[in-house]
């Protein structure tokens, strides 16, 4: 597997990284992946930001069965530096921020069942490589997530990693954007979510706040439930340079 050959043996976070073993993946598992991705690009249409679809099919993403993490590789390392790497489950904060910073995103080794389309106790592969990867396909965004990565290490470092989280959580997670005038879908929560991703642009019932880096960083969120509010950029360009603008020292003290 090329994650084996190319890691640095002192990466923190090797330990966490397991062989994707695609030929495990039975004919139910690919078939869940397809009925996924079919209903979610239905959904979505073009309720995303346009970078999405683009690395959708950049990536070959709607090519029939579970991507294997491997040729997503092939694909995204020449193309932004990223890569991907199997891990059995959510990894630690620490160790997340690690490997962004290093540019290599974790996808879990596993895909929900057919019968819990919709719900879900941990990100599985569907969650992590139809909601993530397609964005990291694109130059300015692939360069923030690295640097949330950067930011999240030294938030830990001085004990305040909530900050990092939240700003993650108000961006790559559940951030929403305006696209020529109209609301749209950046984080890869929303993008994989059937049932919040048209609640979060149509729901009369959430407070959608302009997103800053000051607010995103104190606004708290929610793991187990839809949010009561997100935080909406006023262009996928301005949710890029403001954070790609913050430093260490600036991220512990707004
Ligand atoms: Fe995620």
Not at 83 to 111: H, K, T
Not at 115 to 139: N, R
Request: charged share 25%.
């Amino acid at each position: 597997m090329l994650v084996e050959t190319i890691e640095k043996p002192t990466s923190p976070w090797r330990d966490f990284v397991v062989p994707q073993d695609w030929h495990r993946f039975t004919d139910e598992d690919h078939a869940v992946w397809d009925l996924l991705f079919e209903r979610q690009c239905e959904l979505l249409g073009t309720r995303i930001v346009s970078p999405f679809l683009d690395g959708i099919d950049l990536l070959r993403l709607s090519h029939p069965g579970i991507p294997d993490v491997a040729g997503l590789n092939d694909i995204l390392m020449p193309r932004t530096g990223w890569r991907v790497v199997a891990v059995p489950g959510l990894v630690p904060d620490a160790i997340f921020f690690a490997m962004l910073s290093q540019r290599v995103f974790p996808v879990g080794n596993f895909i929900r069942k057919r019968e819990q389309l919709d719900y879900l106790e941990a990100p599985d592969c569907f969650h992590d490589m139809f909601g993530h990867i397609p964005m990291l396909a694109h130059h300015d965004f692939a360069e923030m997530v690295e640097h949330v990565g950067r930011l999240g290490l030294a938030a830990i470092a001085a004990d305040q990693g909530d900050r990092a989280a939240r700003l993650y959580w108000h961006s790559v997670e559940f951030g929403l954007v305006r696209e020529n005038g109209e609301l749209k879908i950046l984080g890869a929560g929303l993008a994989s979510s059937f049932g919040e991703a048209h609640f979060s642009l149509e729901s009369g019932t959430v407070e959608r706040l302009p997103f800053s880096t000051a607010r995103a960083v104190h606004t708290p969120y929610k793991h187990d439930a839809f949010q009561p509010r997100y935080l909406v950029s006023a262009s996928l360009d301005q949710t890029i340079a403001e954070i790609v603008e913050l430093t260490p020292e600036k991220l512990l003290s707004i």
